[in-house]
């Protein structure tokens, strides 16, 4: 049981360059969300999904786009990357319909540099 | 607006010298109250859950309190490889789906020998 994985952990990126970055959850969670973390910020919502086929957005979603294809995985786009989207991408995951189903649990994260 | 409010920003300890961390929020209602250690370079580990105030859970060398507007995380009688930062975090009741977590900065913790 792996738990949450992302691909790549480490990536660097020239200004207007695009990329996905890949999440994947073995723990048949309902919900998904993408987060990045800046020093001093904390963690913030990018999108999210609560189910196969959906998504939302979260605090932060500009520059950013997700698709939800199957339910163990969580894809995140950058189409044009900018040096403002330097940061730590974390996916977590979280299953809905138990009681402490609101527990999300967190991928290791993917370091990106954008130049 | 949901807030968290961690402190301190960083504290650092000598082994054994037991602490309080501190994290203080403001929501229109609260479903939950979340703890995790995030190490260095990795994401993070969920500790604890905290659904209602007077509600307490410990692991090990942690304990969390809860209150109406506050959380506590107790460490008692630290050790080296305590040493990491805390984030504490509130599921509102109203989030508009999803049971997005608002986050606070986190408390960086060092503990010395």
């Known amino acids: 049981n792996a738990g949450v994985t992302q691909t790549p952990k480490f990536r660097v990126l020239k200004t207007g360059q695009s990329m996905t970055l890949l999440c994947a959850q073995d723990?048949?969670?309902?919900?998904m969300y993408w987060y990045r973390q800046d020093p001093g910020m904390g963690l913030r919502l990018i999108h999210y999904s609560v189910g196969e086929g959906t998504t939302a957005k979260g605090e932060v979603p500009d520059g950013y786009n997700v698709s939800r294809l199957k339910k163990q995985n969580f894809l995140l786009g950058l189409e044009s990357a900018a040096p403002s989207q330097t940061s730590v991408y974390f996916c977590a995951s979280s299953y809905s319909k138990l009681a402490g189903g609101d527990t999300q649990y967190f991928g290791p994260g993917t370091r990106l540099t954008v130049l | 607006e949901d807030q968290v409010t961690q402190s301190p920003e960083a504290l650092r300890l000598q082994e054994g010298e037991s602490s309080s961390l501190n994290c203080s929020y403001t929501v229109s209602g609260l479903r939950g109250l979340f703890w995790y250690r995030q190490d260095p370079g990795k994401g993070p580990e969920f500790l604890f859950t905290?659904?209602?105030a007077g509600e307490e859970k410990e692991k090990e060398r942690l304990k969390a309190t809860l209150t109406k507007k506050e959380s506590f995380l107790h460490i008692t009688a630290p050790k080296p490889e305590d040493s990491a930062t805390y984030l504490c975090?509130?599921?509102?009741?109203?989030?508009?789906?999803?049971?997005?977590?608002?986050f606070g900065t986190g408390t960086q913790l060092k503990v010395e020998l």
């Open positions: 723990m048949n969670h309902e919900y």
């Open positions: 975090a509130v599921h509102p009741f109203f989030t508009g789906g999803g049971n997005k977590l608002t």
């Open positions: 905290l659904y209602s």
